[in-house]
């Protein structure tokens, strides 16, 4: 009787266990997905999408990875650069500043930041003559007044020029009639020199953007020149395969139906039910697995009472 019993109990478990396994074979997975007919945007990498007056280009494309980037360039931003400058008053030689230049490949300019010369012919003898110095090192007058503005001065071998820094800026001691004379080096032909006050105008090379740009001086201080001009800030958005991404505030369900396509929809909701009826669906199936392992667990034990001797 105890062994006819635990063999009926075993076998009705059986019939459970095959039937829930049953029920996960058959059963069809629901999928989540975008119908063409149900996209609102198809794209490939290199198209453009233009949502809420921002203009996105698809920069990226992996279907098979599920992945894509979507790149949008603001290029009027108000950007700034610093530029650090040789400085007159701390003593740096002229060329310790950082180089610019005004077009791709063109010749390098170093920054030097000094105050003014004071009133003058700026002429000086260089064996100590007649002029406010001497380039053997005689007393002069030396101004203190602060920086008001800065130089751009050619990038020039040293070895050719025989340099002066002084608080009133850069000198060359260059040879005129026989006589070598210190000049100050805005007034050396040979060597270029650009000089700008707070509020020029300046067009440079931006490497970071591979082009020119018009800037304005805004700031100069002893050792760091300041110049704003008109920028680009490149903002990105992930996409990912079956999830929802925000777009200036919109939400669209994103979906790779083959590598080299994605389509967004703006039915999030639709969208968001599908995943619901995916997660149901999963929880079921967990579900009959757990009756399917506590059916067989259930059987092992009923075998075991079934076959145990009895006493007495």
Not at 45 to 51: A, L, N, V, Y
Not at 76 to 89: E, K, L, N, Y
Not at 108 to 127: H, L, M, Q, R, T
Not at 254 to 273: C, G, I, M, N
Request: proline residues 3%; aromatic residues 8%.
């Amino acid at each position: 009787m105890q062994l006819r019993a635990g063999i009926v109990y075993a076998v009705l478990f059986m019939v459970v266990a095959a039937g829930a396994y049953a029920v996960i074979a058959t059963a069809e997975s629901p999928q989540v997905t975008i119908d063409e007919a149900d996209a609102d945007y198809q794209l490939e990498q290199g198209d453009e999408i233009t949502i809420e007056n921002r203009t996105y280009n698809v920069s990226e494309l992996d279907g098979a990875a599920g992945t894509g980037t979507l790149e949008y360039v603001n290029d009027s931003v108000p950007t700034d650069v610093a530029w650090s400058g040789a400085s007159a008053a701390n003593g740096d030689a002229w060329d310790d500043g950082d180089t610019v230049q005004f077009e791709e490949e063109g010749t390098e300019y170093s920054v030097y930041i000094y105050a003014p010369p004071g009133e003058g012919d700026g002429n000086e003898s260089a064996d100590g003559g007649d002029g406010n110095e001497s380039a053997d090192g005689g007393d002069g007058n030396e101004s203190e007044a602060q920086p008001e503005t800065f130089l751009l001065i050619e990038s020039v071998d040293s070895e050719e020029y025989t340099f002066l820094e002084r608080p009133d800026g850069v000198y060359v001691i260059v040879e005129e009639d026989g006589q070598e004379v210190v000049r100050h080096v805005t007034e050396v032909d040979d060597i270029e020199t650009r000089e700008y006050a707070v509020g020029d105008e300046v067009t440079f090379y931006n490497s970071e953007m591979e082009e020119q740009v018009d800037g304005e001086v805004t700031a100069l201080a002893t050792d760091e020149v300041t110049v704003e001009y008109t920028g680009e800030e490149v903002s990105e958005v992930s996409l990912t395969h079956n999830e929802d991404v925000m777009i200036q505030q919109t939400p669209y369900g994103v979906h790779f139906p083959s590598e080299d396509v994605v389509y967004l929809t703006e039915d999030v909701e639709s969208f968001q039910a599908q995943h619901q009826a995916v997660d149901e669906h999963n929880e079921r199936i967990h579900g009959f697995w757990w009756v399917i392992g506590l059916s067989v667990i259930a059987i092992v034990l009923l075998a075991g009472l079934a076959f145990m001797p009895l006493r007495g």
